[in-house]
């Protein structure tokens, strides 16, 4: 009989979002005639951008012809999407980099965990917490950690706990360490971190000679033209940094599935006999070896998103959803509920009332508004007693979401 991989085993809960799911199914069926309102897992609910839609429809036109049809494209992707990424979304921050060096993929949640592939199981691994689960639950899955204690930190893991006394930014690890996860805008706290902390962090990567994994999938949400969009506006950022970027967010596309990331040519590793060997090498390889690349169509549709037409239209999506934030922010302070974000990113991280639990404030929420969000403690141990609130949602349902908390809490 095959053996399974018994790290899966270790993994002490399901997966943050299922678990929700079967909550709210559980509910519902109970309650059939409840309009819930999900403010839970972040989906978008806007449509795709006119012009992003224009060049998705064109493109499967473009399948049914013998001169334009596209078999296999290159695995890292088309050139005319990675050029129109570092024309539009990198050289106005005053980033170069070469085509060489950007991998379009079906989504920043695989690259995270594909990542792994071309770093050695030995690796000192830092995580923040509370943060998106998946970078923990990864690390887990292909053997890096032993068990989990009580609190729910694994062994050979170095947490970096976020919380209000440090503003959600995790302090420098005071042992070395080999790889850094950070993720800004934050989520789940949607909160950010200033070109001076970021420069910390990038002072710290070279000279521990460690490599940060930096998750940039919300950065277009950012509004405060002093945040950094991306690590590689820190001098030596490109030394020591590996990028990944999502279009399911900044253009609707969780569904349609595309992302990139971006590994500077510049970021080294060793080898077990101490060679430097190129990370940007291993992931082509990997990439090579392991994707067919995103589909030609979805590239089409991304490129768009990078037109003067497609980002326009795109920025108004965006801004409807920051309005969103902006309602669930002021209509919770006007409730008595301490929060953070949502002021550059989706998110709304909330001190749950009453000293309620994370569980029990959604089972409140649930129950007594038949609104949804995520627990803080899903995110990690220092989650307990925090709620986060998603700004992907229809407009009127945030409105009525907000009234019934808002009542609720009274």
């Given at each position: 009989m095959?053996?399974?991989?018994?790290?899966?085993?270790?993994?002490?809960a399901?997966?943050?979002?299922p678990?929700?799911?079967?909550?709210?199914r559980?509910?519902a069926?109970?309650n059939?005639?409840?309009?819930?309102?999900?403010?839970g897992i972040?989906d978008?609910?806007?449509?795709l951008?006119?012009?992003?839609?224009?060049?998705?429809?064109?493109?499967?036109?473009d399948?049914g012809?013998?001169?334009?049809?596209?078999g296999?494209g290159?695995e890292?992707?088309?050139?005319?999407?990675?050029?129109?990424?570092?024309?539009?979304?990198?050289k106005p921050?005053?980033?170069?980099l070469?085509?060489?060096?950007?991998f379009?993929s079906?989504?920043?949640?695989?690259?995270c965990a594909?990542?792994?592939d071309i770093?050695a199981?030995d690796?000192?691994?830092?995580?923040?917490?509370p943060?998106?689960?998946?970078?923990?639950?990864?690390?887990?899955?292909?053997?890096?950690?032993g068990?989990?204690?009580?609190?729910?930190?694994?062994?050979?893991?170095?947490?970096?706990?976020?919380n209000e006394?440090?503003?959600?930014?995790?302090?420098?690890?005071?042992?070395?360490v080999?790889?850094?996860?950070?993720?800004?805008?934050n989520?789940?706290t949607g909160?950010?971190?200033?070109?001076?902390?970021?420069?910390?962090?990038?002072?710290y990567?070279?000279?521990?000679?460690?490599?940060?994994?930096f998750?940039?999938a919300?950065?277009?949400?950012?509004?405060?033209?002093d945040?950094?969009?991306?690590?590689y506006?820190?001098?030596g950022?490109?030394?020591?940094?590996i990028?990944?970027?999502?279009?399911?967010?900044?253009?609707g596309?969780?569904?349609?599935?595309?992302?990139?990331?971006?590994?500077?040519e510049?970021v080294?590793?060793t080898?077990?006999?101490?060679?430097?060997?190129?990370?940007?090498?291993?992931?082509?390889?990997r990439?090579?070896t392991?994707?067919?690349g995103?589909?030609?169509?979805?590239?089409?549709?991304?490129?768009?998103?990078?037109?003067?037409?497609?980002?326009?239209?795109?920025?108004?999506i965006?801004?409807?959803?920051?309005?969103?934030?902006r309602?669930?922010?002021?209509?919770?302070?006007e409730a008595?509920?301490?929060c953070?974000?949502?002021?550059?990113?989706p998110?709304?991280?909330?001190?749950?009332?009453?000293?309620?639990?994370?569980w029990?404030?959604?089972?409140?929420?649930?129950n007594?508004?038949n609104?949804?969000g995520?627990?803080?403690?899903?995110f990690?141990?220092?989650?307990?007693?925090?709620?986060?609130?998603?700004?992907?949602?229809?407009?009127?349902?945030?409105?009525?979401a907000?009234?019934?908390?808002?009542?609720n809490?009274?």
């Amino acid at each position: 009989m095959a053996k399974i991989n018994d790290n899966y085993l270790k993994l002490k809960a399901g997966y943050l979002f299922p678990e929700i799911g079967r909550r709210v199914r559980a509910f519902a069926e109970a309650n059939p005639s409840a309009k819930v309102i999900r403010l839970g897992i972040g989906d978008v609910t806007r449509p795709l951008a006119p012009a992003v839609l224009k060049a998705f429809h064109d493109a499967v036109d473009d399948l049914g012809t013998t001169d334009q049809f596209a078999g296999y494209g290159p695995e890292q992707g088309y050139d005319w999407l990675i050029n129109a990424i570092i024309e539009k979304s990198y050289k106005p921050l005053g980033v170069s980099l070469c085509t060489s060096e950007m991998f379009i993929s079906d989504g920043s949640k695989c690259d995270c965990a594909n990542i792994l592939d071309i770093f050695a199981l030995d690796n000192v691994v830092a995580i923040g917490d509370p943060v998106y689960p998946v970078y923990n639950d990864t690390n887990v899955m292909i053997g890096r950690t032993g068990e989990a204690n009580e609190k729910g930190y694994y062994e050979n893991i170095v947490y970096m706990p976020c919380n209000e006394a440090n503003n959600f930014i995790p302090a420098l690890p005071t042992q070395k360490v080999d790889i850094i996860y950070l993720c800004f805008p934050n989520n789940p706290t949607g909160t950010v971190a200033s070109k001076a902390e970021l420069k910390k962090w990038v002072d710290y990567a070279n000279a521990n000679n460690a490599v940060i994994f930096f998750d940039a999938a919300y950065e277009a949400f950012i509004t405060n033209p002093d945040i950094p969009h991306s690590i590689y506006e820190i001098e030596g950022a490109k030394k020591c940094a590996i990028e990944f970027r999502s279009f399911s967010k900044t253009a609707g596309f969780t569904g349609v599935r595309c992302g990139l990331v971006v590994v500077p040519e510049e970021v080294m590793g060793t080898t077990t006999t101490g060679e430097e060997y190129s990370f940007n090498k291993l992931w082509l390889r990997r990439t090579t070896t392991k994707f067919n690349g995103a589909s030609y169509p979805v590239q089409r549709a991304a490129a768009a998103v990078y037109s003067d037409e497609g980002w326009k239209q795109t920025k108004e999506i965006i801004d409807y959803y920051m309005e969103n934030a902006r309602i669930i922010r002021e209509g919770l302070k006007e409730a008595g509920v301490t929060c953070f974000g949502g002021v550059d990113a989706p998110y709304i991280w909330l001190k749950t009332p009453g000293n309620l639990t994370s569980w029990e404030f959604f089972d409140k929420l649930l129950n007594e508004c038949n609104v949804v969000g995520t627990p803080g403690s899903g995110f990690g141990p220092s989650g307990e007693g925090y709620f986060r609130l998603s700004a992907f949602g229809h407009r009127e349902n945030v409105i009525e979401a907000v009234g019934r908390i808002k009542k609720n809490l009274k």
